[in-house]
């Protein structure tokens, strides 16, 4: 009997008593519930309080498809950029060894460490009518702060770590071995990069892709800075929700909010799927036999 539950013990990888397992796992239900559920549930019954044509109605004002399509705008831009840099930087840093590596890591972090409200400030201090680059842009015609290459420029800022981030541990522990033996071979940089190192880092480059995507639709605050809050021009989705809840519009709040809430859903959904994936391949590659050897 004791061997039975010392068994069961090291197969579910703990030896605490099942009561505290149980308790634990109630614990982070209960949390779960409280702070993602109940607030979920929520956002869609306050949506939805008067009926799906009001919902509708709230969806199909001129404002609201305005920040709709910012958002979009938004971050179709600024994925792409962060995907570009991001696969750069976990190239150079995984792979090479340089002066002012440790610094280009930190770099990295910034935004992680820095509040979105002062990215925001940074850029106005820098484009703004009073900023350094100032009087030039306005000499030229050119906006960048109150304009929609400035909320651009600061979602940017916000999520560029996150790519970068899930690609160097990973870039790091495969090492370089592969690629090594490519280029000996006589593949070039760019036939390496498309051949062998892309298809190692794929999935946790659509990971970091999706974080990212998340991270830029819901940016609040670098947003809030730059925008200027010019309804129906420089307003994101986010903004549009606060401006309509500050005017006591609650049901056309809650229904942008409950389509960021979708947006959320389905980012959480494919990436889920792509675990699932990911999974999937290592399972194949596990049960697939090594090639036997040529006599």
Same mark, same amino acid.
């Given at each position: 009997?004791?061997?039975?539950?010392?068994?069961?013990k090291v197969q579910a990888g703990t030896t605490e008593a099942r009561w505290i397992r149980r308790s634990l796992i109630g614990l982070a239900l209960a949390f779960m519930f409280l702070f993602l559920v109940l607030p979920l549930a929520a956002v869609f019954t306050e949506a939805l309080r008067k009926g799906l044509d009001a919902y509708l109605e709230a969806l199909k004002e001129p404002d609201a498809w305005s920040a709709i399509r910012l958002t979009l705008i938004t971050t179709s831009v600024a994925v792409p950029l962060n995907l570009v840099f991001g696969v750069a930087a976990a190239w150079a840093i995984a792979k090479y060894e340089f002066k002012g590596k440790s610094l280009l890591t930190t770099l990295v972090d910034l935004p992680f460490s820095v509040s979105p409200v002062v990215a925001g400030l940074i850029y106005v201090l820098m484009?703004?009518? #009073?900023?350094?680059?100032? +009087?030039?842009?306005?000499?030229?015609?050119?906006?960048?702060?109150?304009?929609?290459?400035g909320i651009i420029l600061a979602t940017v800022f916000v999520t560029f770590p996150f790519i970068a981030?899930?690609?160097?541990p990973l870039m790091q522990a495969?090492?370089?071995?592969?690629?090594?033996?490519a280029i000996v071979l006589g593949a070039t940089g760019w036939q390496t990069f498309w051949?062998?190192?892309?298809?190692?880092?794929k999935w946790g480059l659509l990971y970091g892709v999706i974080l990212c995507n998340a991270r830029a639709m819901g940016e609040f605050g670098a947003v809030s800075v730059v925008s200027g809050h010019i309804?129906? #021009?420089?307003?994101?989705? +986010?903004?549009?929700?606060?401006?309509l809840y500050n005017e006591y519009q609650s049901v056309a709040a809650f229904a942008v909010a409950s389509l960021l809430a979708l947006l959320a859903l389905v980012t959480l959904a494919i990436k889920s799927f792509i675990e699932w994936?990911?999974?999937?391949e290592l399972k194949a590659s596990a049960n697939t036999p090594p090639e036997q050897p040529v006599h």
């Open positions: 009997m004791s061997q039975t539950l010392s068994a069961s484009f703004g009518a #009073q900023g350094w680059f100032g +009087p030039w842009l306005q000499a030229h015609d050119i906006k960048i702060v109150f304009a929609v290459p981030r899930e690609l160097i495969q090492g370089n071995d592969e690629e090594q033996a051949r062998v190192t892309l298809p190692n880092i309804r129906g #021009q420089t307003n994101t989705m +986010p903004l549009h929700v606060e401006i994936q990911h999974e999937q």
